[in-house]
């Protein structure tokens, strides 16, 4: 049993001078080219959002993705965005983001921004991080992220802003699963009866 201690206590203090060996930035582009290799990716989030709790599905195909959670959705086929307000029935279709991205996929990018990282926790299951800007004026402000020890990708992040925060948590997730490619279709006779004020608002409980 003591051997077993020694072993493990050993392969634990391995594996944090590895991690602090490599600096986070370098760890977050390392959890980003490993994203980027998988075939596909979906998950089950769960977030909270001031006072507001909820659960969503995101799904990810190469540049394809769909987000969809109770409020809103967002889908990228590959060449355009449709973003879908469930709770105004508004549609519109955002340019490409130039900002910090905070979708499930998009904070893997964020060692591109102007951010100043630090390791905050290297002990436990999940490997963190806090990133502070650089900036004044790059939002959000500041940044924490918690790389899973075993999967290697992000499984939670907060954003932080002057008045308002957001916690999003991987509760689930699957590594290369078959998705339907309807789920990165957007749907234009769908758009134009929400444009026409044919589908209502979608009345969620918060």
Known sequence: MQHHRYIWLLALSLWVGVAHAQGPAEALRAAEARFLALGSYSATMGYVAGEHRDIGKVYYQGNKSQLDY????????????????????????????????????????????????????????????????????????????????????????????????????????????????????????FVRRVENGEVPPVVHDH
């Open 70 to 189: 109770p409020e809103d959705q967002t889908i990228c086929d590959g060449s355009k965005t449709m973003f879908w307000s469930k709770e105004f029935a508004a549609i519109n279709f955002p340019e490409p983001i130039t900002t910090p991205d905070l979708s499930a996929g998009g904070v893997y990018g964020l060692h591109r921004f102007h951010y100043q990282f630090e390791w905050i926790d290297t002990m436990g299951y999940m490997l963190r991080m806090r990133l502070t800007a650089n900036d004044p004026n790059l939002a959000p402000p500041e940044v924490l992220l918690g790389i899973g020890r075993k999967s290697g990708l992000i499984e939670e992040y907060s954003v932080f802003f002057q008045d308002f925060s957001m916690e999003m948590k991987v509760l689930d997730f699957q590594l290369n699963p078959v998705l339907d490619p309807k789920l990165f279709v957007i749907d234009m006779d």
